[in-house]
């Protein structure tokens, strides 16, 4: 563990060996998390603007036994980016913002190698500009960095058909735990030489070095795309859906989101003026659907041929297709829009679990069934069933507030895991441990692996200077 | 290392706390490799049948100090399955044949898990039998095991579209080092719970675990599927009509693989009843190609488009589409049975590269150009072009012997790996490191890598009993 801190007798020790602009004290920005449960303790923060600063600044915080928490756009889901307040000493933040260089871009090759500090819609934007397509998507995608979002292996709502993020990377530069420099930059699709180090970094939260620079996997991009909202039976028809779609349109479906009205409520109630599918009418549960085809197939069609026949076989009972751009980033905006309205109104517990797809059914049974005799909760249970993955949030009932229900959200919590543990799941598909998942780490993790982790943590980061207190303990 | 062997005072002594059949003297089989560059040592071979076996055969080996060589089917490259003679502690084959069942299938899920020592053909079939495709496929799917084919990360034929049999993976049950079993046989898309052990044991050649079983993605048939082979300008028309073809059909392409005329002269000579697609016309380069469409796409008709649009680029000269199933597995079986007829033309060198795909012409052009200045030999550069990986082999001059050219031969490899690596490409693309390609490791790998894959090694397996020699030295 460390054993010094980035005061600011470290820092202005430092100082001399960097540019002047290299270290400030925190702002605000840096101590904050989306879900606001972790507060930053104000530190100083770090911003090189190459490789070679970073490994400079790495090999230092070494030498001196001080931790470093790498920082990406910040949006991360489970603390992982936060030094948090109270802690004996405390690491210094390494942003790498300052890195935003797209280096170079290989259509023929459909390769794109960027700095870590770019941000995810540059990175999309920079692949269309070759007609190509960065299939990477998720909410944050406007200040999400893919150094974090391959720290975390994000996921997001093209899994089902592309992979992800760790799916979508060829290689990796990495500032190893002691200042080393990896350049694993590599533009292979096929690389047999020695043990899967991009994989092993991808996904590790910070805790085994500081990933500088990503050499990424672009796709053609389709010749068409479709989207529509089918109002399904129940939720077990929206695995039906997904068969049906699945046997008609094979790897073309790109998205495959569950809804719920509940979630169409809290919009309604939070941000009335946003257009909704059906108009007023919430139906229970709604799939919205991405289809992308190639030259000679018409996505209205296929679209249409998918409606007829589902509703032939009880599957659903409505829908819309997108007739344009604009209906179909409505569409989108409110499946975008709904994990906000889920924030106005105040979650008592939040998940983000993944089970088999064909224990979807079971969980989501389960669960209700389990909520119900802690309480009357409303529950909005949405996200990539395609993939196995739901956000399955808990709310307080109308009118109060989710304060009153701190004793019940440790109850549910527990309760969800273990459901999804039980039924082969997980307990984080796609949000990561970071700080606040060590806990269920702990719980649900296999032993063998977790002593896995634990001997490669410490035999790469035997100083356990990289992002001290995140993953393991 | 390993301080003890498997001789027959260790058997003796374990063959008490097994099955009477667990241990016998190696056969022949298990002592030879298809490239015949290594002998094994006649030591003896352990046959478990259950992933309980297998852990106390792991235990027990690391308390007494004796190394385990994993074996699957035996088909690898690199002698990773081989404990050679003449070293100083013979280690125990572990041969996984006994391990042979599918444990169950999930069309719903496209998931299929399976013992590690399930034949890749038997898991096709599988596959096919619930109208699902396992993509992973290469010449020796008749004989390869899951468990060497994830130990080494097997390539093949259809990585283009499929990705390599790392990405074909959702989960493992590894036995560790200590005997202890990962049971990380989950049947999710999205799992972010800690480091990806799964990709770091994929490709570790069995030096960091035994894999005993696996989670595999199946994914839907493509409703048809067109195959053909286009006579191209030269090497560098490979890329032009990659590139054309990707335009056109978007993902669809399966296999993308070059054949030169030289591999035709060889099977005529060594193989003369085998049907080859232009008759006795061996033109100088070609791609075999296959397709696998969507409903409502006909493959014929998309394969003359483009060879239409190809000619008129000056990109291709002529082609056969296949008009039936015999003819598709005529032009597959040359493809197929070229590596055979090399072996017995004998080659001077073999290799395994892979480079950036917009390198590719640079690489055939230094290469033949620097082999002409070392001599008269044949080349026959084939194989996975589309991933930009080629099987570049080296022959004598027609009538003369490999034996006569031992120098010649280390000079080749030397010039061949130099090459690749100078254009950023790689020694071993799809084969690994094992025993014959060390030396290539430690010349071309990074330092951080390397210091990074040793300090993991040395984590995971303290007393250095799994598959000893192997990848690190």
């Known amino acids: 563990m460390p054993r010094d801190s980035a005061d600011s007798g470290f820092i202005d020790a430092l100082s001399h060996h960097f540019p002047a602009d290299m270290f400030s004290r925190a702002e605000q920005s840096y101590l904050e998390e989306p879900r606001g449960r972790y507060q930053g303790a104000r530190g100083f923060v770090a911003r090189p603007r190459s490789t070679e600063e970073v490994s400079a600044l790495v090999k230092a915080c070494g030498e001196a036994g001080v931790g470093i928490v790498p920082y990406g756009g910040g949006t991360g889901l489970v ?52 007609d190509r397509l960065f299939p ?9 960095r893919i150094g974090g979002l391959l720290g975390t292996n994000a996921g997001g709502v093209n899994v089902l058909r592309y992979g992800n993020t760790r799916d979508l990377c ?15 930059l590599k533009r292979l699709r096929k690389d047999n030489t020695g043990y899967d180090l991009r994989n092993l970094m991808i996904g590790s939260e910070g805790t085994l070095g500081v990933i500088t620079g990503a ?67 919430h139906p229970e549960w709604m799939i919205l659907m991405d289809i992308g085809l190639p030259k000679g197939l018409d996505p209205q069609e296929a679209l249409e041929n998918l409606f007829v026949s589902a509703e032939a076989e009880g599957i659903v009972s409505d829908a819309v297709i997108a007739q344009s751009e604009t209906q179909r980033n ?37 669960v ?3 909520i119900a005799q802690v309480g009357e909760f409303r529950i909005n249970c949405f996200g990539h069933v395609g993939d196995g993955n739901l956000h399955c949030n808990v709310f307080p009932p109308e009118g109060k507030s989710r304060d009153l229900f701190l004793e019940e959200t440790k109850q549910i919590k527990r309760m969800v895991h273990d459901i999804a543990n039980e039924l082969g799941g997980t307990f984080s598909a796609e949000h990561g441990v970071g700080r606040a998942k060590k806990a269920d780490l ?13 001997a490669i943590k410490d035999a790469l980061d035997p100083k356990g200077i990289m992002n001290p207190g995140a993953v393991l303990s």
């Open 79 to 130: 603390a992982g980016q936060i030094a948090p307040e109270g802690e004996p000493d405390m690491p210094l933040i390494l942003s790498l913002e300052r890195m935003n260089t797209i280096r170079a871009v290989y259509p023929q090759e459909n390769v794109l190698i960027a700095d870590a500090g770019v941000i995810l819609a540059n990175i999309q934007k920079a692949a269309e500009d070759v």
């Open 136 to 144: 990477l998507s998720l909410a944050s995608e406007g200040s999400a």
């Open 170 to 184: 060829l290689g990796l530069e990495v500032v190893m735990p002691d200042g080393s420099i990896w350049n694993g």
């Open 215 to 281: 050499s990424l996997k672009l796709f053609p991009r389709p010749a068409s795309i479709g989207t529509a909202v089918f109002v399904i039976r129940d939720a077990e028809a929206a695995l039906e859906l997904l068969s049906l779609a699945k046997s008609q349109l094979g790897e073309s479906i790109s998205a495959f989101e569950l809804m719920h009205g509940n979630g169409l409520d809290f919009l309604q109630q939070t941000m009335p003026d946003v257009r909704k599918p059906f108009g007023d009418y």
């Open 330 to 366: 409505d569409f989108w905006a409110v499946r975008e829009l709904i994990p906000i309205a889920n924030r106005q109104i105040g979650a008592v517990s939040s998940h983000d679990v993944s089970v088999p797809l064909s224990e979807l059914p079971h969980f989501i049974a389960r």
């Open 368 to 370: 209700w069934q389990s």
């Open 442 to 454: 702990a719980r649900y993790g296999d032993p063998a692996k977790l002593a896995a982790m634990r």
